[in-house]
């Protein structure tokens, strides 16, 4: 009898281990995505014409890569801080929670990844930048959804600037 008290206790207990663990797997946004820009929100001051991103994704990172054409001709931002969010470049985070710093021409970064409720990604950017007007920070929220079937990803920012806060609403296609 005690045997038998022990192993349904003992599924028990895997049974909600293997349950907690699976609400926490992040999901695969992995691939190359397409911006919709009929379904996306970008906000008046944009000039993003078009993007193309690759997410590179393993079991302990995720790698962002977005290539944005600008109005007026010009693709990215080359490197610097404009890398990532919505310039040029990779972004690497670090899946496991632990921030990452990222120096570059125009300051450092610090990059951080949590997962969100109902297999929500978040990512975090905050960047001190130095320019020629001289030293200021931003801090960017990105909240990553991925629909059911895993064809749309949805993404929705915000950011804080010393001129206000900036939010959009990004919708890629899967290619």
């Keep these: ?22 609400q926490n797997k992040t999901p695969d946004f992995g691939g190359k995505w397409k911006l919709d820009m009929s379904k996306s929100e970008l906000g008046e001051r944009s000039r993003v014409e078009s993007m193309d991103m690759t997410v590179e994704q393993t079991a302990d990172s995720l790698s962002v890569e977005r290539t944005p054409k600008f109005a007026g001709g010009g693709e990215g ?33 610090v990059l951080k990844v949590e997962n969100g409720k109902d297999g929500k990604l978040v990512l975090t950017q905050n960047r001190n930048l130095e320019t020629q007007m001289g030293s200021f920070s931003l801090k960017t929220v990105e909240t990553w959804e991925l629909s059911a079937d895993g064809k749309t990803l949805t993404i929705n920012s915000s950011t ?8 959009q609403k990004m919708v890629f296609g899967r290619q």
């Design 1 to 22: 009898m005690n045997k038998r008290i022990f192993a349904c206790a003992a599924l028990a207990v895997l049974a909600a281990v293997s349950f907690a663990a699976a």
């Design 77 to 109: 931002m080359g490197g610097g801080m404009g890398r990532g969010m919505m310039g040029g470049g990779k972004m690497t985070y670090d899946l496991s929670g632990k921030e990452t710093k990222v120096e570059g021409s125009m300051g450092n970064a």
């Design 160 to 167: 804080e600037t010393p001129r206000g806060n900036r939010t």
